[in-house]
């Protein structure tokens, strides 16, 4: 492994006038996803398609808890927000996964973000990649990251699959996709709608769409299904919630691995997945962009309530995800790590069965046992 090059030290804390403007920068970004709370069209951008207890025939919702929130939250989250602080560049060590990982073996690299490489079967995946240096639309304003890719792209292997989770910017990275599209060709699997979003910028793209329940197959007996998730989507004025958000499920020997990309606490999905799938081999759970917990809960959900589901799902093993890479909401950079520590203590759950990888941290996690 090497240590990437960092321009600077890492600073613990931003000067006021930089956080003013970063604050501005993120307004704009945010507000470009969050317009469709302004902005209703008549139609649906992205997928025309019967109506289910989650799609209306207009937009998707969660039928379990309906979205509520208001744009007027939003600007009072923007106007009233505290961030802790941010270092402006983090030390990675870099590493170079291997070109493939056969049989049950599971290998799992935290590339950064959501995006984390899964190797088994002799299969490569990609959850949520982006190698962006901003979650945004626009590469002048918006989210920075702070930690390079813990893979760089000339390092990857070669990937097979890619997961999309849903069409946030942070999620779904256009500019990404096209450099894995020219690199590899992978098939992308994502959520209905998400297909027209990816075609309109890379027509050659391969790309399967999936509804709640669906799935597919692979070879070596593994496939992945699509089920619910608590979130939302939206990727500028009018276009909220047109597309379909989702959790994969990646069912292969050696059990299921859960990849839960974003998501709010819905312990209902928890015991829907147990029913439907049993024990997890390994789940991907989200511990960041939870503050404030008054905006943030439906769509996020804290440490504390990672190490809950974990609990549900029955403890076997998990990672979490979507930690010091983007200073996406208002916690500090090192609370994540800290939360969930005390969270792990509390429930008396030893580290290293639900583990906070540094970017760059590669681990194998073993099969489940055999009943």
Known sequence: MKTAPQPSAPSSRTPPARRFRVGCLLLVAAGLVLGGLLVGGRGNRYYQGPVTDHFDGRRFD????????????????????????????????????????????????????????????????????????????????????????????????????????????????????????????????????????????????????????????????????????????????????????????????????????????????????????GQPRFSLLPVGAYEPEWFMQYAHMTPAQAVDTFVALGSSHAMGTQHEVFPMADEAYAAPRKALAEALARAGIPAGRFRLPRVGEWFAVPPLPDD
Do not use: C
């Open 62 to 277: 969660n039928p379990w808890a309906p979205w509520r929130q208001r744009f007027s939250d939003f600007l009072k989250w923007r106007l009233t927000a505290r961030r802790g602080p941010w270092p402006d560049f983090a030390p990675v060590e870099t590493t170079r996964p291997p070109a493939r990982v056969p049989g049950e073996e599971l290998r799992v690299t935290y590339v950064g973000h959501a995006t984390v490489l899964l190797q088994t079967q002799g299969f490569n995946i990609l959850t949520d990649p982006i190698w962006t240096d901003r979650a945004s639309p626009v590469q002048f304003a918006g989210p920075k990251r702070v930690a390079v890719p813990g893979v760089p792209f000339d390092h990857l292997p070669p990937i097979d699959v890619v997961l999309v989770s849903h069409n946030h910017y942070d999620h779904l990275s256009l500019p990404t996709l096209k450099r894995l599209q020219e690199q590899f060709n992978p098939l992308v699997l994502t959520p209905l709608g998400n297909d027209r979003i990816i075609h309109a910028a890379i027509p050659k793209m391969r790309v399967a769409t999936l509804d709640w329940g669906g799935s597919h197959g692979l070879t070596h007996g593994m496939r992945i299904a699509l089920e619910p998730m608590q979130h939302w989507s939206a990727r500028g004025f009018g276009d909220q919630r047109d597309a379909l958000w989702g959790a994969f499920v990646m069912v292969a020997p050696g059990g299921p691995i859960y990849f839960l990309a974003d998501a709010g606490h819905a312990p209902n999905l928890t015991a829907r997945f147990l029913e439907k799938y």
